[in-house]
């Protein structure tokens, strides 16, 4: 990925483009669609470790990038950083939400093999 593309990535990021959402503050009514796929190829080309291959990758390729040009300075690279840890927890929303609806789903069968 060129830094031309990351740029426009994180601008259609920044716009609401690249996942689209419809965020509140409220516990209720939300929608979590992240589409932030890199593929393993373009993982492996920019060296992300396999810890770090998730939803999200696709923002570390520019703040890591930023992070080298920087010198790692705490202060350098911050909208990249919040636009990655922001991913993180929007991913960690999605997958909570899941892991709450295959309980519920659990927990029908389990009432209804009750009867």
């Known amino acids: 990925m060129s830094g031309e ?3 426009k ?3 259609q990021l920044r716009e609401g483009k690249l996942y689209p959402l419809n965020y509140s503050h409220s ?3 939300e929608t ?3 589409t932030l796929i890199v593929s393993h190829e373009e993982m492996k080309q920019n060296k992300i470790p396999l810890a770090y291959r998730d939803r999200c990758a696709r923002l570390l390729v520019p703040l890591n990038k930023c992070r ?3 010198w790692y300075m705490p202060w350098n690279c911050v909208q ?3 636009d990655y840890e922001q991913c ?3 991913d960690f929303k999605r997958r909570v939400k899941e892991l709450e609806e295959i ?3 659990r927990d029908a069968a389990d009432a209804s093999a009750d009867l």
């Open 27 to 29: 516990h209720t009514n």
């Open 32 to 34: 979590i669609k992240l």
């Open 9 to 11: 990535d994180i601008g």
């Open 68 to 70: 080298k040009e920087g």
């Open 103 to 105: 309980k519920k789903q």
């Open 80 to 82: 990249e950083r919040h």
């Open 88 to 90: 993180q927890y929007l």
């Open 5 to 7: 593309e990351s740029a």
